[in-house]
Each structure stands twice: as C-alpha cells, then as structure tokens.
C-alpha cells in the first residue's frame, strides 16, 4: 500500500486521505475540517486533477457539511476516486518502478524466520504449553513477546489441532484490540508464536494491587468501550472469546487494553454455518443449558453469529466495583456446581460506587434470558448507544486518537518476578517422528503480512531504505546483478597428489578464489 501511495497518479489523489482525517475529527472540527476539504478539492481551483463527479454528488455533500456534518459525508466521493484509482491509474502503477520495489519488499517479506532474527530476553510468563519471554527483532528493534509451544507437550496432549487453530485465528484477526501475530516459527524443541508484547500488565494486577480495589467509573467505561471494540472485530470473523476476564484483558503502555490473551483453544469457537459449537475443552454451552456433558453441541443462543455482550458483563463489574459477583468475597472458597448455579439464578449486587447508566449497562448485559441481552438484536451499534457510552467517541477510540485516563508507567514492571515464575517439568516418553514435520510446516510459516508491513514502517525501515535509493535505479537489471562464480580449474589426480605431499606449492584457495563481496 505504501508503494502504491507513492505513485504519482496516487500522490495527485489525495482526497483519499484527508478524508480518513475527517472521520476521525473531533464533533466540533468537522464541520470546518469538512469544508476545509471541499473547498481544496473541489472549489475553483482544486489542489488535485479529481475524476468526474457529478454535481449532484458535491451539492449534496456540501449542503451535509452546513446542516449536520455527519462522518459518511465524503463516502460518495471517495468511492467514486476509488473506483477511479482501480483502473487506469493501477495500471500504470504495475508498469512502474514503485511497483518493482513492492515486489522487492514482498521478497523480503517472506524470507525464512528462525530463531536468529530475535535477541531473546527474560521470562514474561508461562502458558499451558510453554513459556512467554520478551524478544526483540534483530533487523529493526522491535520488542514482542515470544510465546513457545513445546512439541512434545503438544504430541502428548494431542494438541496439534489446538496450536494450529490458534495460529490460523491470530493470523486471521487485524484489530488494534486484539493481540496481532507477527512471526511463527520452529526450533528443534518448540513452535513459537511471536506476538505484540503488552507492557502494561493485566488488568486484575491493576485492579487489586494498584491502590484500593476497582477503578473509578471512567476508568471502567473506557475499558467497556475498548473491549466492546475487540469483541465485534472478533465476532466479525464469525470468533467467539469465551474466557473474558480481567487477567485476560492486556494493557500496553497507553493504557490501551486489548481482548486477547492465554490458550486460546480454550476460549475460542469458530461458528459456521450450521451453528454447531465445537470446542474441545470449554463446557460454557453446557453449563449455561444446564446439560452435564462437554460434547459439541447446538451452540447456546448467547454464542450465536451476532453480537453477544455477557461476557463483557463479567469483567465491567469487579472493573468498577473490585469484587467478585461469582465468587462472593474476594478469595472465597466456592464449588464449581454452585458457581454454576449463581450463573443461572443469582441476581447479582451492585453498591453506592454505580451510577444509574453503569448499573443499566451491566444489568442489561447480564440478563439471564440471552434474546432478551444487549446486544443481541442489533449486535455492537446497540451496545455502543447506550448512555453509558455518550462521552465515547468510538471512531477516535478505534484510531487510537482517544488519550486513555491512566497512562502506566513505562519504567515499572508489570509482571512477577522471574523466580517466581514456575518452571515447566520435563515431558518424558514422547518422541518426535517425520510425521510430525508436515504440521511444523503449516504452523511455521514465518512473517504475517500486515503486522511485518507495520513494523518496517513504524521502525522506520521503510523510509530509509526508499529514500537511499533513487526512483530510477528502483529496477534492477537482473543480468547485470546476478553473481557468476569463478570457475574452479580442472586438476589431475597427480597434481592433487604431488600438492598434498608439498611437492607442488599450492596457488589460492577455494575461499580466495570467491570474492569477499557481492
């Protein structure tokens, strides 16, 4: 995309980007953003050479911005210049040396990833199939952190279905709210998804060990709206997270949380056509119908394609409260069966701390009967109109415009301390065959193409390695680049004979005959 954009034709078209600006300006700058935009691209003198658009089209849009600058005002035009760029433009884009340094770059971008391209630094924590440690990515400096699947952990407990549906669901899913994938690779022992690191911690260690328990209310709201965000990005991909809550709810060093975190097989369910729910280990289908069993079954109305807020609805309430509707007093000791029955009878309390719209919300979002839920019969716009969310503007949100009410602090450390971290005991008895080899080669399958992309721009890389080289010497001229060998002389037996016993004094070595650089 980054190519494309720097196409002269594309350059000349740039309406296509202030736009994205528009949408996401706050209520009282659009209109003046709005007009601003009109008058230089479509006033009497405009700034851009712009396909026909009908007047039609730009009477209605600017009669919009006067009245009620809505956020779609410009849809009509851009899709027209869309539409525009698609053809001829793209064309010639093919025919030009931006368009060779994309295939440049998708070159590179498929290069093999192996346990070289990382620095590997300490243990952040630990899954149920190996350890998560910090590293960081030697070409731009980029930090991650690395979550590695012991193979025979895997092979003993059957998981290879498990890892690669992880795999396959983190690479699917582009969400600034989720946990992105980055790289995937293998090692001799383990598989390694390679993923955003979160430096901010998890939201239960700054619910109950930062200060008095919960937050305040527009601490929690904002962490509602961002999740909200995360789920119908989830749900968009027909995903259902079904383990929300807050030690799995991220922060990074904006205080931007994120829904995504832990085993994922576990919590995930992929739901096709035929609703059918099929998840290995998770019983919540069951245990919500009252069934006893954890067989794939008619998935449960709550998990339905669409949008469901109930789990939501679990985290927003220790969030701003601090305690635990489940489990009644903080460390209670309660059985599951009654934990199941709180689910399914229970009303659950709320204190002086709730305002009404909270208290609405979070009631409305645990309603006992799922049709009756917010959020199921319009799906996340329903859930997003609610007053609760008024001061939310949610297209600054998702462009990350919105400045977070608690930043956390870049030089604390957000995680347990390293001896503390429980060391995993040796598989014994399992063994590592080739027919394990053709599931290694569909997990590792290197860089993921739009976290890499983001990666070489955000570290810069991009622009550097653009700006070192001019436009013209873009196209390589593959004859005169290519490496030719020196051919190696042909020797008889008796000169490599007479020249092992010394006889002969021996010219270059092969490693002289090479040349020391391409």
């Known amino acids: 995309m980054q190519c494309y954009r720097q196409s002269a034709e594309v350059q000349k078209q740039t309406i296509l980007l202030p736009t994205c600006e528009y949408e996401v300006a706050a209520d009282e700058n659009r209109r003046s953003c709005g007009l601003q935009i009109f008058d230089t691209f479509f006033g009497a ?79 952040l924590g630990k899954g149920g199939f190996g350890e998560v440690c910090a590293c960081q990515v030697r070409a731009t400096g980029k930090m991650y952190a690395c ?25 699917k899913v ?23 690191i979160m430096n901010g911690g998890d939201l239960k260690f700054h619910i109950h060990n930062m200060g008095n328990p919960g937050f305040d209310e ?7 709206a961002e999740l ?6 989830l749900q968009r991909e027909r ?26 097989p576990y919590f995930f369910i992929w739901l096709p056509v035929d609703g059918l729910a099929r998840s290995a280990r998770s019983t919540l289908p069951s245990t919500l119908s009252g069934a006893g069993d954890t067989r794939p079954t008619r998935a449960h109305p709550d998990l339905r394609p669409g949008f469901s807020h109930g789990d939501p609805g679990r985290g927003d309430h220790p969030r701003k409260s601090g305690d635990r509707r489940l489990h009644g007093k903080f460390k209670e000791k309660v059985k599951r069966e009654e934990v199941d029955r709180r689910v399914r009878k229970d009303t659950e309390q709320y204190s002086e701390k709730f305002s009404e719209d909270a208290k609405s919300v979070c009631q409305m979002l645990l309603t006992k009967n799922p049709k009756q839920r917010l959020g199921s019969k319009a799906g996340a716009v329903e859930v997003k109109a609610h007053p609760v969310f008024k001061d939310i503007n949610f297209k600054r949100l998702e462009a990350n415009i919105l400045d977070p009410p608690f ?9 347990k301390d390293v001896v503390d971290i429980e060391q995993f005991s040796t598989v014994r008895g399992v063994y590592l065959d080739t027919a394990d080899d053709t599931f290694y080669s569909q997990f590792a399958t290197g860089c993921v193409s739009i976290p890499w992309q983001n990666e070489m721009i955000e570290s810069g890389c991009f622009k550097d390695i653009n700006e070192d080289e001019p436009e013209e010497n873009m196209v390589l001229n593959v004859e005169e680049k290519m490496y030719h060998p020196v051919p190696k002389p042909k020797r008889g037996f008796f ?12 010219g270059p070595s092969e490693k002289e005959e090479l040349p020391t650089s391409l």
Request: aromatic share 10%; hydrophobic share 30%.
């Open 228 to 233: 909200s965000c995360g789920l119908e990005d």
């Open 147 to 171: 979550k590695k699947l012991e193979k025979k952990r895997i092979k003993r407990r059957k998981g290879e279905a498990m890892a690669l549906n992880e795999k396959r669901i983190l690479e």
């Open 45 to 123: 003198e405009p700034a851009a050479p712009l396909p026909e658009i009908p007047s039609r089209v730009l009477r209605e849009c600017r009669l919009r911005l006067k009245q009620s600058p809505g956020k779609d005002v410009f849809e009509e035009c851009t899709r027209i210049v869309h539409n525009y760029l698609s053809g001829e433009p793209f064309e010639e884009y093919q025919e030009s040396p931006c368009f060779s340094r994309f295939l440049q770059w998708k070159w590179l971008e498929r290069q093999p990833v192996t346990k070289n391209t990382f620095r590997h630094y300490r243990v």
């Open 407 to 415: 930043c956390p602090d870049p030089h604390a450390i957000y995680c």
């Open 174 to 196: 582009n969400s600034r709210f989720v946990v992105s994938l980055s790289y995937t690779y293998e090692t001799k022992d383990s598989l390694c998804l390679v993923l955003t």
């Open 495 to 506: 000169y490599r004979l007479f020249r092992r016993g010394g006889c002969i004094s021996g």
């Open 239 to 264: 995903i259902v997270y079904r383990d929300l809550k807050p030690e799995n709810i991220l922060l990074d060093d904006r205080d931007c949380s994120t829904t995504l975190n832990g085993d994922l």
């Open 218 to 224: 527009q601490r929690a709201i904002f962490y509602a």
